[in-house]
């Protein structure tokens, strides 16, 4: 007989905990940057899971997931008003109901069949931790290539933990997180087990996690690096001629020509005026990589005809720049950002909100091209914008050879929210993850140079013209969380979902077992 454990919340107090457990998840991540508060967060919806029907647990994880997004991306209500923001954060939500569902019911059929004190204290927690990884790994990929954001580990940027990412990547560290907190909630739950024994199982599993080290990253070269950031007026709404982007640039970079670079690095949508398309835009690149001695890196959107005579196709590019010969590289954004880019089934979705659709009038196409630069021998791994959350694209950068990260954004959309110290906190996860220096350069901030360690190399205050001209470590090391990839997340979303299943098989064998007894027992009688 496994030791009895306490008693679950009765619902009206479970809903009132999933809802206050949102709010202090967001509070683990920047800007309020409580770390701990994300631990906090994912005890309260597990303890408010347990013990519930399925319908039950569908709506305490479907509150829970609401309470939580629609504070941690108030943000994205500043591009397209509060309608989008909040569709997003009931599809998230709705992924956080049915992966509570799945929780629940590891709660309730895990005990009936592992029943000793240790598989309390250590399996069980080890399927809950595999299925809140599984459904952030789901979320994340699907529907219209998911939404990444939000993930618990994303929270842990500058916290302890922070030096396992190198390790186990972001899954990984989400996994761990979980696990940690379902023991504590275990060893509270079980009253009769020794009470020193579930201590020092709580105690000592989150000492052995901390003292881990972080994946030693040894620099192999440097690289001087002139980040600039424009402050130019880069919303999609702002109202601006065409040119004043490029012209912000151009300004914020002639307090630093003459100074030696080896690369210069302007954001996302660092001119808006096309080098393909106008002389102008050409000349400007040429003066600046001619002034600077040095190839120049920018955000343009590009446009490339059609095929069978198609209309023009748009991509959001970065170019790889240098005066005399052009164009020595692009890369083409692969993750276009849904209904902020371009508007997936435009047709269907529009007759709900044609208003809002129209709004979306140009269409970016996703890029085919690789994901690296080669800078007079370096390897730039680049990426731009929600590109940084894409666990795939930062893997194939470091594998095609990267040994710096470019993270070119325009956060001007989002004005002076979380958003743009939370994506920096991503950034800074990668550096550690990947183990090369991130350069996260934005049009109106947060921009920063994080080094492999995760600490700060140099920052631009937000809605400032600056720039950042600094030699960076280069690194071509290989992270055990790059060599491994995603077999990470494949492994601990296995844990959850295989052992949930088999669970659920013995459950059901079990009460036939013990139906077909109860038959027999009445016949003989």
């Known amino acids: 007989m496994h030791p009895p454990a306490r008693r679950a919340l009765p619902l009206w107090a479970a809903v009132l905990v999933a809802l206050s457990a949102g709010p202090v998840l967001d509070a683990g991540f920047p800007d309020r940057d409580w770390w701990p508060a994300t631990f906090v967060g994912i005890g309260l919806v ?23 997004y629609l504070v941690h991306i108030e943000w994205a209500s500043l591009f397209l008003g509060p309608l989008p923001m909040v569709a997003l954060s009931t599809l998230e939500a709705l992924f956080f109901g049915v992966g509570a569902v799945a929780i629940t019911l590891a709660y309730r059929w895990v005990p009936r069949v592992w029943r000793s004190t240790a598989a309390r204290l250590l399996f069980l927690p080890l399927i809950v931790a595999g299925l809140w990884t599984a459904r ?36 990984g560290v989400s996994f761990v997180m979980v696990y940690l907190v379902a023991v504590v909630v275990e060893c509270l739950r079980l009253r009769t087990a020794d009470r020193a024994v579930r201590g020092a199982v709580a105690v000592g599993l989150a000492a052995v996690i901390l003292a881990i080290p972080a994946f030693p990253v040894i620099a192999e070269g440097s690289m001087r690096v002139a980040a600039v950031q424009g402050n130019g007026k880069a919303g999609y709404f702002d ?23 080896d690369v210069v690095v302007w954001p996302e949508g660092g001119t808006d005026i096309s080098p393909y398309d106008f002389a102008y835009g050409a000349e400007v690149l040429d003066y600046v990589s001619t002034a600077m001695d040095a190839p120049l890196v920018t955000g343009a959107i590009t446009t490339r005809e059609g095929e069978n005579g198609a209309d023009d196709t748009y991509y959001n590019t970065s170019l790889l720049w240098k005066a005399g010969e052009g164009a020595l590289d692009f890369y083409d954004k692969k993750h276009p950002v849904p209904f902020g880019e371009y508007v997936p089934d435009r047709s269907f979705w529009r007759q709900f909100a044609p208003d809002l659709i129209d709004l979306i009038g140009r269409e970016y196409t996703p890029g085919t091209t690789d994901d690296v630069f080669d800078i007079d021998g370096v390897i730039a791994g680049v990426n731009i914008c929600f590109d ?30 979380d958003e743009s110290v939370q994506q920096l906190a991503i950034a800074r996860v990668r550096a550690i993850e990947l183990g090369r220096t991130v350069v996260n350069i934005s049009t109106v901030g947060t921009s920063a140079i994080i080094a492999p360690d995760g600490s700060t190399i140099d920052r631009l205050p937000t809605y400032t013209a600056g720039a950042m001209v600094e030699d960076v470590p280069l690194s071509s090391v290989t992270t055990p969380a790059v060599l491994l990839g995603r077999q990470i997340e494949w492994l601990v979303s296995g844990i959850g979902v295989l052992g949930l299943v088999l669970a659920g098989i013995l459950v059901r064998q079990s009460s036939r077992a013990r139906s077909t007894s109860r038959t027999r027992g009445t016949g003989r009688g």
């Open 46 to 68: 597990l303890a408010a899971l347990i013990g519930r029907s399925a319908w039950g647990s569908f709506l305490v994880g479907f509150l829970a997931g609401l309470s939580f």
């Open 136 to 171: 952030e790994a789901i979320a994340s990929v699907w529907p219209y290539g998911g939404f990444a954001w939000g993930r618990v580990a994303l929270s842990q940027s500058e916290s302890p933990f922070a030096a396992l990412f190198g390790w186990i990547g972001v899954s």
């Open 239 to 261: 109202q601006r001629e065409r040119g004043d982007l490029l012209q912000s640039q151009l300004d914020a970079t002639y307090p630093i020509i003459g100074e030696d670079a």
């Open 388 to 417: 940084i959350v894409d666990d795939q694209i930062l893997t194939d950068s470091v594998e095609q050879g990267a040994q710096i990260i470019f993270a070119q954004s325009n956060n001007a959309d989002f004005g002076q929210t």
